[in-house]
């Protein structure tokens, strides 16, 4: 019963004069007692600080994957060399990387993929892609370019920070979730760090002697790393693609406006694949790929300049200083992926001739 006051009016009750059902109705949850934020002052810098977070742990997380390719490359490109006694130098160069360097490598590059805007980003991974198609279709049947896997450093860990920024948008638990994929990222680089040192240091004793085996797996399938990584890097790229996409649209206010930026971008990206195929074709080498990342970062810094913001094209100058900081880190990689190409090449043209000429036979 409600008991009435002098002045006839019922008087107005409070949550706090109830049960805990009257909390639950108003709103109240028992797990936001354990949120982290629900602890925090509302500080209006707060929120800049839990977004700087953010952007550092998903750049995190995008230099873990490049760590990971660039282990399994290294396992991949050791295990090629040891039973080929021209390509001993190889072999004892990729040994010779010092192993407490990547650490140094996976900060620098969590503080560039955490400098550089996702619009930014975004161009990066497209560019990419459309670069990597047009390689793998100018390639002959059953080829593969062991290159193509180091110059997408920089663009896989665009590609993840862009994935991650679109499918955590709007997500109630956005900074654990960041948490949680950092933790498992960095524990796939740790084992993957690990299996290159005990295959550089243990390989070719345990492969002879039938004792390890993680060697005897590698040295019945180590052949297929190429394909593993090929197939991990295709379904990361076309989450990356549609995110980029979606990342870059939500700047427009208008079809006109989308339509003024994606013409320019589409003519630009066109260019510059058909030069870079072209310089492919006319020389090859390890300075052919910092030339190639000069002419592509050129290319999108006129672009941005014309159509893009100034916060841009200071992010196109930090996207560069990526580019080349994954380049030289993995420089001995590049070498030994180039004369694996350029080996290949001959083979591949021989087969296509006898090819052609059983064809015409």
């Known amino acids: 019963m409600l008991i009435k006051s002098w002045g006839g009016a019922t008087p107005r009750l409070h949550p706090a004069d109830l049960g805990a059902g009257a909390w639950l109705h108003c709103g109240f949850s028992p797990w936001k007692m354990f949120s982290l934020g629900s602890w925090l002052p509302a500080l209006p810098g707060l929120a800049w600080g839990w977004a700087l977070l953010d952007v550092l742990l998903q750049g995190l997380v995008g230099a873990c994957a490049v760590s990971v390719l660039c282990s399994l490359l290294k396992v991949y490109l050791y295990i090629q060399c040891v039973n080929k006694p021209e390509r001993q130098a190889e072999k004892e160069a990729i040994v010779a990387q010092r192993p407490l360097l990547e650490p140094l490598h996976v900060l620098v590059l969590t503080s560039v993929l955490a400098l550089v805007g996702s619009r930014v980003a975004a161009l990066v991974v497209l560019e990419f892609s459309l670069r990597a198609v047009s390689t793998v279709l100018s390639l002959g049947k059953g080829a593969h370019s ?22 955590l948008e709007g997500a109630p638990h956005r900074s654990w979730n960041l948490v949680l994929a950092a933790g498992l990222a960095g524990l796939l680089a740790l084992h993957a ?90 020389s090859t080498g390890k300075w052919l790929v910092f030339r190639t990342v000069l002419v592509r970062m050129g290319g999108l810094f006129i672009l941005l300049l014309t159509v893009g913001r100034w916060t841009d094209i200071l992010h196109v100058f930090v996207s560069l200083l990526g580019e080349l900081w994954c380049l030289l880190r993995s420089g001995v990689l590049l070498e030994s992926c180039c004369r694996q190409d350029f080996a290949q090449q001959p083979r591949l043209d021989s087969f296509s001739g006898s090819t052609s000429e059983e064809t015409s036979r």
């Open 146 to 167: 062991s290159q193509l896997y180091l110059l997408c450093q920089y663009s896989l860990g665009c590609g993840v920070s862009c994935s991650l920024s679109f499918l």
């Open 193 to 282: 760090r690990r299996l290159a040192r005990h295959v550089c240091a243990l390989y070719e004793l345990h492969s002879r002697a039938r004792y390890c085996g993680i060697c005897i797996l590698l040295l019945a399938a180590g052949h297929g790393i190429p394909r593993l990584l090929r197939n991990a890097l295709a379904l990361t790229f076309a989450v990356a693609d549609l995110a980029a996409v979606e990342l870059i649209n939500r700047d427009f206010l208008s079809t006109g406006e989308a339509v003024r930026f994606w013409t320019p971008l589409t003519i630009c990206y066109t260019l510059l694949v058909v030069y870079m195929q072209e310089e492919s074709r006319q």
